[in-house]
């Protein structure tokens, strides 16, 4: 089978409305609102960009958006840090692009490169080490962002640099996890059921979410991207609700297992530690949410060699910026009196608009 009839296959139509059809008949039974919480920004744009949202508008059904936007969650002192890298002497500074374009205290990563400074956006991790290699009397700073879906690239950026002997390269690691994030959330929230994120799901597995089904006894199902996906992943959260049952379901069996991909798990464990604290945007401190460097890796971290540079507090977020509550699940953008007016994906006031899988963002694209 060609790949593109794979994927049509999980767009086709008819499967669309009759899944819908069925959720609609099925829902019912459901109480009002019945609050489902996809936790990935993906999910969110799949929503909006196949107009689910409107297919299942005579539905108990609400959908709510989650934590799981890397960008998105990023505080404004992780920023003003990156950004006070940028401007050390003889160093060039590489990370996502979405990422240059979230506000700091005073300005963005974008608006620091515009007045001059070497900052660079990269498709891969180690790019950044062949930026190093090109660039032997430079500092290169990578900051490092994302879950655990990108967390094992950023691992393999440092044992290759290691075994290369590089000793220009730094990172400044940012890299978040799904579980204590969506914790947080869910006990200040009436969430239902949830999404799982797919993608986070095929390196970690699915057994992360069992701590989040015996704490909270909700339908958890992971689900993939495409139409035909989610709507199979709600309607079988739509069955669990039905019959009283909360288990942890796979939906995107094709990519994703109970253990997950144990080499990408062991680059984490060999790399990497859990940090004691961290704080997001909008959620505040989490405890063990976050990946740091192990210590003897300490010359690569960017938080340890340049320490003296980095702020110690950031400012305030923007007023009557809901990005936080939407990250919570208690919002939405259209709840927000900035979307599309003083914010929009141009000249954004909140991370939810700037990156590419921001809640905001999607309702910009798909509904503006």
């Known amino acids: 089978m060609k790949m593109a009839d794979l994927i049509d296959s999980f767009r086709d139509k008819h499967t669309i409305l009759a899944l819908v059809s069925q959720i609609k008949k099925e829902s019912i039974g459901l109480k009002t609102p019945f609050k489902i919480m996809e936790v990935c920004g993906g999910h969110t744009h799949a929503l909006m960009r196949y107009d689910l949202l409107n297919l299942l508008q005579d539905t108990p059904l609400d959908f709510v958006h989650g934590p799981g936007c890397p960008v998105c969650v990023m505080p404004k002192l992780r920023i003003d840090e990156a950004i006070a890298l940028a401007q050390m002497p003889n160093t060039i500074l590489i990370t996502l692009a979405d990422l240059m374009r979230v506000p700091g205290s005073k300005g963005s990563l974008q608006s620091l490169r515009a007045q001059g400074a070497d900052v660079r956006f990269a498709y891969a991790p180690l790019q950044a080490l062949e930026v190093a290699i090109q660039n032997p009397d430079k500092k290169v700073v990578f900051v490092a962002i994302g879950f655990e879906t990108t967390t094992p690239m950023t691992a393999s950026l440092l044992l290759q640099a290691k075994e290369k002997g590089i000793k220009n390269l730094f990172i400044h690691n940012n890299h978040v996890l799904v579980p204590p994030s969506v914790q947080a959330v869910l006990k200040n929230s009436k969430i239902d059921a949830l999404i799982a994120p797919s993608h986070v799901s095929v390196i970690t597995g699915a057994k992360i979410y069992r701590p989040l089904l015996d704490l909270f006894k909700i339908p958890i199902v992971v689900a993939g991207f495409e139409p035909v996906d989610m709507l199979d992943g709600i309607l079988r959260i739509v069955r669990q609700a039905l019959k009283k049952q909360t288990l942890l379901e796979i939906q995107y069996s094709r990519a994703v297992s109970f253990e997950g991909n144990l080499k990408a798990q062991s680059l984490i464990a060999e790399t990497m530690q859990v ?34 540079f980095l702020p110690k507090a950031s400012a305030l977020e923007p007023k009557n910026c809901l990005c936080g509550e939407i990250l919570k699940g208690l919002a939405k ?35 503006s």
């Open 333 to 367: 953008p259209l709840d927000c009196t900035l979307f599309n007016k003083a914010c929009t994906p141009s000249h954004p006031v909140g991370a939810c608009m700037v990156s590419a899988e921001g809640a905001c963002a999607a309702y910009y694209k798909y509904l």
């Open 275 to 308: 940090r004691e604290n961290f704080e997001w945007r909008g959620l505040g401190e989490i405890p063990f949410s976050a990946m740091q460097m192990r210590p003897e890796f300490a010359d690569f971290d960017a938080e340890t060699v340049f320490a003296e």
